[in-house]
T-cell receptor, first 114, second 114 residues
């Protein structure tokens, strides 16, 4: 069964450094998402991406964040200058259509900012 | 705006007994509702979803949920718990007016005792 994959599974970085989290969505999906879960808090929506542009973003997704689909398979989340509060589990998801369509999630990348 | 409240942060059941995970939602429009499960060190897996068809929805692994509009609830049940059901469960809402964004409840951690 096709699945969403994410790398790395765990990333440790120093405050102020740039990180790139990588995701390979399911191959025929058209919509891509990033969510995050800070330890002990709810899973929060960050951004959705369709047709090579951001379709929606949350208040969390400020200028420090960017997303890209650099080729036909990868979908990346970049944090330009990490802060301590960026430490969280980051989940990538993809879906075939929008709205009520099921979003399929990857296993997550745990980001630790020191 | 959409929101989800999971009424129990932890539920403990004995193997072979019923499981009930409670979820209430708030939505301005006709919502789509989902239950996802997360096993330790795994991604979020879809258990079932409601998208305005039958109000009783059957999912994988013997789970089902009933959409009750009058009570704004979408409780998840299983007649007989299995040890492998120990995991965290998330109730999730999506509405067309909110785009592709999923809004998660806080999660319910299920412990299954032998």
């Amino acid at each position: 069964e096709p699945e969403v994959t994410q790398t790395p599974s765990h990333q440790v970085t120093q405050m102020g450094q740039e990180v790139i989290l990588r995701c390979v969505p399911i191959s025929n999906h058209l919509y891509f998402y990033w969510y995050r879960q800070i330890l002990g808090q709810k899973v929060e929506f960050l951004v959705s991406f369709y047709n090579n542009e951001i379709s929606e973003k949350s208040e969390i997704f400020d200028d420090q964040f960017s997303v890209e689909r650099p080729d036909g398979s990868n979908f990346t989340l970049k944090i330009r200058s990490t802060k301590l509060e960026d430490s969280a589990m980051y989940f990538c998801a993809s879906s075939w259509t929008s709205g009520a369509d099921t979003q399929y999630f990857g296993p997550g990348t745990r980001l630790t900012v020191l | 705006a959409q929101s989800v409240t999971q009424l129990d942060s932890h539920v403990s059941v004995s193997e072979g007994t019923p499981v009930l995970l409670r979820c209430n939602y708030s939505s301005s429009y006709s919502p789509s509702l989902f239950w996802y499960v997360q096993h330790p060190n795994k991604g979020l897996q879809l258990l079932l979803k409601y998208t305005s068809a039958a109000t009783l929805v059957k999912g994988i692994n013997g789970f089902e949920a009933e959409f009750k509009k009058s009570e704004t609830s979408f409780h998840l049940t299983k007649p007989s718990a299995h040890m492998s059901d120990a995991a965290e469960y998330f109730c999730v809402v999506s509405e067309r007016a909110a785009g592709n964004k999923l809004t998660f409840g806080g999660g319910t951690r299920v412990l299954v005792k032998p």
